[in-house]
């Protein structure tokens, strides 16, 4: 008896440490609180002490307060709610208990049971719509399993979330509150450990096809304007045992069941691959026709991989701020690697830690690189029906409710502060220009018929041959780095 409770308790300890990873709670790895049946019944406010978030303007010190993000106001002839479609992500803020690898959770709200229940999955899902309500943000974004617990059976599963979702559909009546895209968490329970649509086993990928069938159709119950991709176990721990060009046919197949699905159930939302270079897989795939492509490591070798097999009109990527520093890039140029293709869809705003080598999914508060994300931004005309996810979570020693305000208001505050920056660093022109001067020779005749594609080798010698040794000129990347430093 001793040993089984010593047994237990280690399960417990583990099980623990196991489930908060990314702030998402694996349901069937959290046995430990299932004896918890009894869930309370929450009444009343969850947010007591805090009023509707407001705009004070930049010389407000109240921290529960905007000072960049005005909704309404228009600038470039859009109000800031239209360029900026900010998104909470439900796993961090209602999931997210600040437990990690090394220890338990530091995190307990005052609505949580310590169950898993239905009931307590039916208090988070009103606890989420205040604060939605309290923050004056319209959208919201989640994974099927952290809205709804995991079921004994399939069946029992998708009641559970047709429960949650009816409530949902009720708390959003008479509001603009829609999620700006749904996901089915295809990474946490023990089945999808070798992968979901590349798992070498066939009973799994039917598990993952159903479960993504279901939250396309969640996702378009509710009105949600996307459907998220991210292939958290698509990947190889070793090639000893993995068959990658098998393998990465069948994500191929796997996502054009998904556009064809997406077509039979009449859901107009747009389908969006998130790139991420590693964690939790050591590798994600490399491309056999693109050897030195990965499919979903960064933002090239995600449109390489959906051109490879002809997805790409079917697909756009969420670009996250905190994958692209893991690829080795900044969050611009995984924006303009998308955006120049035609192929940005979503941002999943954070950051992570310049001396941390991980996804710490912080808040992004750096007003210079806020600048420079809103830059793609305004140049991408928007991101609608795309928008800011902030998949971004409190710190582990952060435990207050009002912590969860301030870190979105900050998040908000940044971007709407980028925004601006934005703004007038393109209505003033200067950089714009500066980069244009930079390419003007092509703007000749002989330019532009290089860039149509009409001008060999043998032109191209006759004119290097009279024109001599081409001068030098100056990058003026100083100057660039001086504007940028006087808009921001
Ligand atoms: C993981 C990550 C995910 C996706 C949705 O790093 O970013 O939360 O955004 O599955
Ligand atoms: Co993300």
Known sequence: ?????????????????????????????????????????????????????????????????????????????????????????????????GGDPFGSPTKTWPWEDGSNSVQMAMTRMKANFEFLKKLGVERWCFHDRDIAPEGATLEETNRNLDTIISLAKELQLGTSIRPLWGTAQLFKHPRYMHGAATSPDIKVYAYAAAQVKKAMEVTHELGGEN?????????????????????????????????????????NGTLLLEPKPQEPTKHQYVSIEFPILRYDWDAATTIGFLQNYGLKDEFKLNVECNHATLSGHSCHHELETARINGMLGNIDANTGDPQTGWDTDQFLTDVTEATLIMLSVVKNGGLAPGGFNFDAKLRRESVDVEDLFIAHISGMDALARGLRNAAALLQDGVLTKLVEERYASFDSSLGTSIEAGEVGFEELEVKAFEWGEPTLSSGKQELAERILQSFT
């Open 1 to 97: 008896m001793k040993s089984l409770l010593l047994w237990l308790a280690v399960f417990c300890y583990l099980g623990n440490s196991f489930c908060q990873e990314d702030g998402v709670i694996a349901d069937m790895t959290c046995r430990w609180d299932a004896g918890l049946s009894e869930s309370k019944q929450w009444n009343g406010d969850f947010f007591p002490n805090i009023s509707n978030i407001q705009y004070e303007g930049p010389s407000s010190r109240n921290p529960l307060a905007y000072h960049w993000y005005n909704a309404e106001e228009e600038i470039l002839g859009k109000k800031m709610k239209d360029w900026l479609r900010f998104s909470v992500a439900f796993w961090h803020t209602f999931r997210g208990d």
């Open 227 to 267: 459907y998220v991709f991210w292939g958290g176990r698509e990947g190889y721990q070793s090639l000893l045992n993995t068959d990658l060009k098998k393998e990465l046919d069948h994500m191929a197949t796997f996502l054009q069941s998904a556009a064809s699905w997406k077509k039979k159930l009449g859901f």
